[in-house]
């Protein structure tokens, strides 16, 4: 079985919602599947980065993913840009790809609201390359977080197209998104998912410092009222802070209601705390000892972009000959 998933190199660290919504599920598979994860840094720059951070970043979420169990003996850690493939294939999609498709994508609509002034055309095709990213190496199954669901029919739907116009290349890929834990929401705004590109106080990173999460988990948002009850819908804050408890302790949501049964909403934070700063303290430890490492960073992602890059030469050699392009 072939599993592909990606990641942006992008935001401060990644977080919780990015650990339990993909990176868990990728540690896990990488024991038993032939595992590609990307760091996409060309989807990244759909967003303005500072040129100088960027390249620094992408090695920096390249040591946050090893310390987090990524084991570049068991899987392809690459990184996007390494594989030219990737953009020449994403522009053939790009030529049986209706433009009505991509302008419906939730996530082009909010973040062309949210940079007006850089509302550009990477966005809007953004769902495109992410097909390429995919297809080019013909997974069976793509982990992903509720967020990334479009995206991904989308890919399925281009597969089709492809497929109808220039005979049968590819599968259709199965997006895997967690039972729980596939959409985390924000600590501020528990209506909203959590997201990188958010505040500090919306998000717990997975390298924060155990003051930190005491701070960030004491400040979010809770419903009135005071029975600790998970529902969505009447009490958003105290159902994200339960689940995550749920989450990182092991229990099951109504393990964990009965556990806190008559408690106040304070016995909840603090006891999500003391679960957070114990489970993500190891993370730290090792991120802090990767960190400086970047000459063998650097070789990790090179050494992963070679062997993606094997798959994807096949891939497109088999797709140039079935467009029609010289080989
Ligand atoms: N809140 C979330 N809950 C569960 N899963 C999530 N993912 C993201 N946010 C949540 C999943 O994490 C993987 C990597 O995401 P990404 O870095 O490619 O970008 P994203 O989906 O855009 O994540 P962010 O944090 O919201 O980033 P920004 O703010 O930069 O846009 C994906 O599988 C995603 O589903």
């Excluded at 946050?64 to 990184?79: K, S, V």
């Excluded at 053939?92 to 939730?106: A, C, Q, Y």
């Excluded at 949210?114 to 953004?126: I, S």
């Excluded at 979010?220 to 009490?235: C, L, M, N, P, R």
Aim: charge should be positive.
């Amino acid at each position: 079985m072939r599993i592909l998933s990606g990641i942006q190199p992008t935001g401060p660290s990644y977080h919780v919602g990015n650990y339990l919504g993909a990176i868990k599920q990728w540690v896990e598979m990488q024991e038993t599947a032939d595992c590609l994860f990307c760091i996409v840094d060309l989807h990244a720059i759909t967003v303005p980065q500072d040129p100088k951070t960027l390249a620094k970043s992408t090695l920096e979420k390249t040591a946050e993913l090893l310390a987090l169990g990524i084991d570049p003996d068991r899987c392809t850690l690459f990184a996007q840009s390494y594989v030219k493939e990737h953009t020449e294939l994403s522009w053939i999609f790009s030529t049986i790809t209706p433009v009505g498709e991509l302008e419906r994508m939730t996530q082009y609509k909010d973040k062309a609201k949210k940079q007006r002034e850089n509302a550009n055309a990477g966005l809007l095709t953004y769902p495109i390359l992410m097909a390429a990213d995919i297809l080019l190496y013909k997974p069976d199954v793509v982990p992903v977080g509720e967020d990334q669901k479009q995206h991904l029919e989308l890919t399925r739907a281009i597969a089709r197209k492809f497929n109808a116009r220039f005979g049968k290349t590819f599968a259709e890929p199965a997006a895997l998104i967690p039972k729980t834990g596939g959409r985390i929401m924000s600590l501020q705004d528990p209506k909203k998912k959590m997201s990188k590109s958010d505040p500090a106080d919306t998000q717990i990173s997975l390298f924060d410092s155990p003051e930190a999460i005491r701070k960030k988990i004491k400040i979010a948002v809770t419903d009135t009222g005071k029975d600790i009850k998970y529902s969505q819908t009447k009490k958003p804050g105290i159902s994200n802070l339960l689940l995550l408890y749920s989450l990182f302790s092991g229990t099951t949501i109504s393990e964990a209601e009965t556990y806190f049964k008559g408690k106040g909403y304070a016995v909840l934070k603090k006891e999500l705390a003391d679960v957070l700063i114990e489970t993500l303290e190891p993370f730290r430890v090792k991120k802090h000892s990767l960190i400086s490492r970047d000459v063998y960073l650097r070789e990790v992602l090179l050494r992963g972009a070679k062997k993606a890059r094997s798959l994807a030469e096949q891939t497109m050699e088999e797709v140039r000959a079935k467009v029609g392009l010289l080989s």
